[in-house]
């Protein structure tokens, strides 16, 4: 069929043109001498409306158009067929905002995060305020366009977790809510006891570099398609298949931010790098959704990463490599001071207990803003209500409570669920990995990582996009996403840490 | 003229392409994983064909021929015109070619290549034979399209030196011949008297790269416009305005190979980054040609990099880096050793008296050959003659003789001659500056070389491709390309190292 390959030509021209912009977004947060950026700046610009451009041009409507008769769509391979899918969604949504409403959206967009970074400064909500709500109703104005079913918002979740809804996240939430919030003030009688002044030290970025790669190594990262790099704001980015990039950051206070942010972007790696190749330059060769995506980077992080098992391989390297910082400390002792609990008035800084918490407060906030159930001037005070009834923090100041995170200013509305659904489908994933995967956990206390990479890249990661999120939770796992397993799976471990 | 703005939008567009290009070019051969080549290989393939069929598009073609009507034509400001005439230059060129025999010779270069590679290795000659004589006919097969008024060689050079001829070239050799030659006859007399020994060690990469930097600060590059990496095949590269990066090559044995390839590609970064700004984007921000490029990273690399007066600011900095390697070795016995001249087979490690004699034979032997006068089984042997005449020495076999170089390989026939330009440009620019500027080789010697950089910029950098060579070089220095300037730099320079 002539057409199908005209439209996979268009495709990988696509892909194409964003692997160069991909290089382009990687070399400026790594290597890029500052004098670069203005040329930088119109360079990627240009090539991004290129790419655009091609998306919502005449030819692909067309394409997809006879594509989708029923004669022609009928006689495609699945693949195909899903790709024929996967494109019209995205074609949809492309072409569902005039060009003219998307201009104003990136520039109020652009604006308020300039101000809200000045307004972080100086603790002045008050300032940033107005332009929120400018770019609120922009984004109001394009929920309409994109369309719901239900719920507003659900227009906006689509854009990061295809098939959720704010009617299925409040299930969720409320069953963790039940089960956390409790369990968190549980722990906290108790978190006096662990020590953890052994993780401030002076630790060289040369070594933790070392340490960093070769925890990528123990997860089974390939360094042949991939690097890590230094920079100021971490993440994972794809530049071509078998071409996959890490970066981290450096304290030279404390080497665990570095360790767990590198092993964290390494899941998100290992991800990208595991999806079939024969769906390269297509747009099926990327993740699920944010949330799935994020299941990678937090399990390796977290359920793998600060296992006592992943551990009890890894430490002795930890050992070896500061050996006076941690001779005398003992692998017991570390895993609870890496696995501390603690409620805490910022998101990134926070423990995977306390971290869901964060995620529903915010997505309770802006849902209602979305659903002009709440006023922005309320803001502070709303938040500061939540974090006293969820997390037992009041947040001495806005600076260090709605003013912390970058999303709503740079108009994100409808991402942070996907950090919370990421941990969950870790939970739920895992727990599957150990029922094929015999004596799992012995395997990882071996410093074995193969078979869970290899398990992971077959269900899950050479997929790409052919499923959606919750036809790949359903095949993994056999079940609808649940939050039982993350539930089980805390309360197991952090019992036996805090004897509880 | 809205025409006009049309064609800068368009050109604007080509030159954002090749930025992209340009920066995967970079990474490529520094930091890219080496599975990341075959989809590098793809997206540079489709970036760079984008970027030719902007180049020969007929909205390309239209615009020339409307505005070089003489009405439009006559409106234009001086630069708008030479960028017309450029531009029309390019696209000439660019279209003479028809794209199979362009793919044909892409083809045939690249197989070229690859049998050169193991015949060198193997010191096969008569395997690499028909390869070059398949590669010969199609390149003159392109001479025919691209015209030339006297010399089939002449459309050659175009390619790379605007306005030089085979003739003129001629009488330039001539006359180097009638002086370089028994020079250096002399100079061998003389060498032996020469320690170099100091030279060898064990030198840090690390280390290196230190110093690498220092040299590029002292000549005058910026570091928040550009970087120093490492890469097999050192080379400059023009990102974008504003980003121009160097890289180099440590051997860990010798760091004069580093430190003056570094000061050589310094110079050719000097050059791209003091180009106008008002030629951003355009065909205008680039080098007059090749020789003229050559002549500023050679006149940093010897005239002022190999200058008693440079490395008596310099050498104490090589004293403290290496201090155990230097103590005792004092800036004259160092300024010698580094200044040394033999008569050697391989043209990349030739010292600046020897370098223009492996040029000539170069030269003599590919116009022969484009014009038929000698045939391609007969190379070695005339190899052979032609270095036993001009430097005294016979290769023992082909792979340190005719062999040596991939340019012939790769198709690149007529590029040979910008590097003895190179020589002499440099040469005659450099006594022009020091007539502008007085007492420069006092101020070299404080470590002031901004004066340099600043003339240099006014002179040659800023006016980028809006002169050719020859108007440049009467601009400059109030004359034609003169041999004489550099005949007398290396009399001058040689005779007092060698007492002659």
Request: with cysteine.
């Amino acid at each position: 069929m002539k057409e199908l390959e005209k439209l996979k030509e268009l495709l990988k021209e696509i892909s194409m043109i964003n692997s160069a912009v991909s290089l382009m977004h990687w070399d400026h947060r790594t290597y890029m001498p500052p004098k670069g950026a203005e040329s930088r700046a119109e360079t990627v610009g240009y090539l991004s409306t290129l790419s655009f451009k091609k998306l919502i041009s005449t030819e692909m409507g067309e394409l997809l158009e006879s594509l989708s008769k029923k004669e022609n769509f009928d006689s495609l391979s699945d693949t195909d067929r899903t790709l024929i899918k996967v494109v019209k969604h995205d074609y949809k949504k492309a072409k569902a905002i005039p060009p003219e409403l998307y201009q104003k959206y990136v520039i109020a967009a652009s604006r308020s995060e300039t101000v809200w970074e000045t307004a972080k400064k100086k603790n002045d909500f008050e300032s940033f305020r107005p332009y929120l709500e400018e770019l609120l109703e922009i984004i109001r104005e394009m929920v309409k366009l994109y369309g719901y079913e239900e719920n507003p918002y659900d227009a906006l979740l689509d854009n990061f977790e295809p098939g959720m809804t704010a009617s299925k996240l409040r299930k969720i939430i409320a069953e963790l809510k039940a089960n956390l919030i409790p369990f968190v003030r549980l722990i906290a009688t108790k978190s006096e006891n662990i020590d953890r002044s052994f993780l401030k030290g002076r630790f060289s970025k040369r070594t933790q570099e070392k340490l960093s790669k070769e925890a990528l190594k123990a997860i089974g990262y390939d360094f042949k398609a991939g690097r890590l790099d230094e920079t100021m704001h971490p993440f994972t980015i794809t530049i071509g298949y078998n071409d996959v990039r890490v970066t981290t950051k450096y304290e030279t206070s404390e080497f665990t931010p570095s360790l767990y942010g590198t092993i964290h972007e390494g899941g998100h790696a290992l991800y990208e790098l595991g999806i079939s190749q024969e769906l390269k330059w297509t747009p099926l060769a990327d993740g699920a959704s944010m949330g799935i995506h994020e299941s990678q980077s937090r399990m390796m992080e977290n359920i793998v990463g600060r296992s006592y098992e992943f551990l009890k391989f890894f430490y002795p390297n930890i050992q070896k490599t500061f050996p006076k910082q941690f001779r005398n400390v003992s692998l017991d002792r570390f895993y609870k001071a890496i696995n501390f609990v603690r409620p805490s008035l910022i998101r990134i800084e926070a423990d995977e207990v306390t971290y869901n918490l964060h995620i529903m407060l915010r997505f309770e906030i802006e849902e209602a803003l979305i659903n002009r159930e709440i006023e922005v001037k309320d803001l502070p005070k709303i938040w500061n209500e939540k974090m006293a009834e969820y997390l037992g923090v009041i947040p001495p100041n806005d600076s260090l409570g709605v003013l912390q995170d970058v999303h709503w200013a740079g108009g994100m509305i409808g991402y942070f669920p996907s950090y919370m659904l990421g941990n969950l489908y870790a939970a739920q994933f895992f727990r599957a990995a150990e029922k094929d995967i015999s004596d799992l956990k012995h395997l990882i206390e071996k410093g074995n990582l193969a078979p869970l990479k290899e398990w992971l890249k077959e269900k899950i990661h050479k997929h790409g996009r052919m499923l959606k999120p919750e036809e790949l939770c359903k095949n993994v796992t056999g079940e609808e996403l649940s939050p039982s397993y993350f539930i089980d799976y805390i309360r197991e471990k952090y019992s036996k840490i805090y004897e509880l």
